[in-house]
């Protein structure tokens, strides 16, 4: 029911049935799988401890006379 619904809500060309969108949720979940199991295992990104033990502070001063513009975001570049 919520597969009929969605496809007759969304503006997409595309027609899937709902095994079809079934697959399709599973292929996209198994690669978020992948992906999370490699992040905890090989330890990209900053987990909490990082940031409340001040890792990115550290980086951020080590790298302070390499950044123009410092950290504010809102900052505009001088040169495009």
Known sequence: MMAINLRNQSPSKINLTPCQMKDQFNTY????NKVHTKS???GFGLTNEDQKGGSVQSIRSLMAD???GGWN???VPLAV
């Open 29 to 32: 979940k198994d690669k978020y």
């Open 66 to 68: 390499k950044v123009h």
């Open 73 to 75: 975001l809102t900052v």
């Open 40 to 42: 905890i295992s090989t």
